[in-house]
Nanobody
Framework: HVQLVESGGGSVQAGGSLRLSCTAS??????????MGWFRQAQGKEREPVAV????????YHDPSVKGRFTISQDSAKNTVYLQMNNLKPEDTAIFYC????????????????WGRGTQVTVS
């Protein structure tokens, strides 16, 4: 089993920045085999991918809506993945979820079977 705990959410004015963190733990987690990702879900909308990072190639994939503003990164020694969010916009307001999976890697929920509880990001 894999546990994911997010932190770093909050309220910020448009144009501001936040950094989200997600720490993975559990007997089922291995850095080298788990794709890590961030998703978000705005009120009344479907959960959508934001960014993912492949553990084997360190390649990153960002949704076009956040490219150039958000950056996913990972610290393998800390089993922690980050999402640096710059130039935030009101439309970025959502609950952000950390996800992990060992069945491939890509900007889709199908690759992830472990989820955190989410952290709220509000941009005004």
């Amino acid at each position: 089993h894999v546990q994911l705990v997010e932190s770093g959410g909050g309220s910020v004015q448009a144009g501001g920045s936040l950094r989200l963190s997600c720490t993975a733990s559990g007997s089922g987690y291995t850095y080298s085999t788990h794709c890590m990702g961030w998703f978000r879900q705005a009120q009344g909308k479907e959960r959508e991918p934001v960014a993912v990072m492949s553990p084997t190639t360190n390649s990153t994939y960002h949704d076009p809506s956040v490219k150039g503003r958000f950056t996913i990164s990972q610290d393998s020694a800390k089993n922690t993945v980050y999402l640096q969010m710059n130039n935030l916009k009101p439309e970025d307001t959502a609950i952000f979820y950390c996800a992990a999976g060992a069945i491939g890697c890509g900007l889709s929920k199908i690759f992830f079977n472990y989820w955190g509880r989410g952290t709220q990001v509000t941009v005004s």
